[in-house]
């Protein structure tokens, strides 16, 4: 089997692991962020935490809507349309731009109306003055992430990661002058943070598209020979795209909901939890960057049009993912007290989060399963049966049985995190056969028919 799958693992491999370093990088900017603030005073902390949550949960599917590109720009790449190439890289620009006045707007809408959250008063005037620094650079995160996805669908993946990795150097360095107030700059503190992450954004951006625009690697693909395609791409974009940004704002929108009920039954339960999803989050990563590489090889196939890599490369993405999440599943389950020890040494708080780890080592799979399977579906165009399946799998299964058995089953946070479990499960569970089963009744010609007849629609 290992030789029968040798050159997809190592197609998937090559095209992850920049985007891994990459998605590392950015997890590392908020805890940098986190460290430095905490450094100030609990109330920044706290303040940093609520803006984080409200600005991660809109932008997400502006991010998630961009991810289409990857996979739409691997497909043209595939079958040698560089003038698709061409114009794709244009109509990401011009998708950023629109995602970038549709999120401002709504962040923009919830930053004056923080008093919803119930915070006091002086963590809501704090979260207020960040969340509007942090919205300024909203158009330059997701210009970055627009031009980041065209350059990952070419299957050039590197300079994304090297931007990144350098632009969590430079957030770090802007950090420390401009929250503790270095070479006579004042000391801005929370504020400080938010200009320094607005800044780092836009110079990220701005590498990205002149690395791409003066790199000779790209010159094949950015060569615009007939423009007439552009309104059919664009709205290519969000047709594949919307549903998959959606995919994430139900995610993101169960843990957060997930860590409000928590919170509900004492600050050690919440603490706990958060330690553990931090824990988690990390792991997830690492699927999140094999789901790219996943969608990109599936996207590439489609545009040979070859069958059998195009199957064998969607298997290829969910084995490695059920290696890589079994393996931080033994690692849970073992190391659990030893990772929570790094943390914190409050006895009753790491029994919790060294308990929920071992429920995490449970979905692990689980987890790891759903997060490539909707990359290598998305890879094939298949995004709205889906994000059907991703809204019951956590708003009809996992939060309402999670909550059932916290309440009236005495469980309390477990049982939160086994409702999660369970969602989890489900959706993994529907999601890899929909991609068995479509990629093995996948017809090249009804498929570019329907999905022409779609856009004409």
């Known amino acids: 089997m290992f030789k029968t799958y040798k050159p997809y693992f190592t197609q998937i491999l090559r095209l992850s692991y920049p985007i891994i370093i990459g998605q590392i990088g950015i997890v590392l900017m908020g805890v940098a962020d986190v460290v430095m603030i905490g450094n100030i005073n609990a109330t920044n902390l706290a303040a940093a935490g609520l803006a984080n949550s409200v600005y991660f949960l809109v932008s997400i599917i502006g991010i998630g809507t961009l991810s289409a590109v990857s996979a739409i720009v691997a497909k043209a790449k595939g079958a040698g349309h560089s003038n698709e190439t061409a114009i794709l890289f244009g109509q990401s620009i011009w998708a950023s731009l629109a995602l970038s006045a549709f999120v401002s707007s709504v962040l923009m809408v919830l930053t004056f109306n923080l008093e919803w959250f119930g915070q006091s008063e002086e963590v809501t005037l704090l979260t207020k003055s960040y ?29 994304s990661a090297v931007i990144t990795i350098a632009g969590l150097l430079l957030n ?7 929250i503790y107030g270095k070479f006579g700059f004042p000391r801005l503190e929370l504020d400080g943070a938010g200009y320094a992450t607005s800044f780092t954004r836009l110079m990220m951006a701005l590498a990205m598209f002149v690395y791409i625009i003066r790199g000779s690697i790209y010159k094949k693909w950015l060569k615009v020979k007939d423009n007439n395609g552009g309104l059919f791409f664009f709205k290519e974009i969000f047709r594949i795209g919307l549903p998959s940004g959606m995919q994430y704002f139900f995610e993101v929108g169960a843990f957060a909901s997930a860590a409000i009920m928590i919170g509900w039954f004492g600050k050690e339960q919440l603490a706990a939890h958060q330690i553990a999803i931090n824990l988690a989050s990390v792991t997830y990563m690492v699927a999140t960057g094999l789901s790219t590489g996943g969608s990109i090889a599936v996207g590439d196939a489609w545009g040979r049009k070859n069958k059998k890599d195009l199957m064998m490369s969607g298997k290829a ?126 017809d090249f010609v009804r498929a570019e028919q329907q999905h022409y007849n779609e856009l004409i629609n």
């Not at 942090?134 to 070419?154: E, H, P, R, Y």
């Not at 770090?172 to 401009?178: G, R």
């Not at 393996?327 to 029994?351: H, Q």
Request: glycine share 10%; proline share 2%.
């Open 131 to 159: 969340l509007h620094i942090l919205n300024a650079g909203t158009v330059f995160m997701l210009l970055f992430t627009g031009i980041k996805q065209f350059s990952d669908g070419l299957s050039i993946t590197k300079p």
């Open 172 to 178: 770090v360095f802007l950090n420390w002058v401009l």
């Open 317 to 442: 993405a969910l084995i490695m993912s059920i290696l890589y999440m079994g393996g931080t599943a033994v690692l849970f389950s073992i190391f659990n007290t030893f990772f929570v020890g790094l943390y914190i040494d409050d006895v009753l708080v790491g029994g919790m989060a060294a308990n929920l780890l071992l429920i995490a080592a449970l979905f692990q799979l689980s987890d790891g399963v759903q997060c490539v399977s909707l990359g290598i579906l998305r890879g094939i165009n298949d995004t709205k049966i889906p994000t059907v399946f991703t809204v019951i799998a956590y708003w009809v299964i996992g939060i309402p049985i999670g909550w059932v058995l916290a309440k009236y089953f005495n469980l309390g946070l477990y049982g939160i995190w086994f409702g999660l479990s369970l969602g989890l499960t489900f959706s993994a569970v529907l999601l890899s056969i929909r991609f068995i089963k479509e990629s093995r009744e996948f």
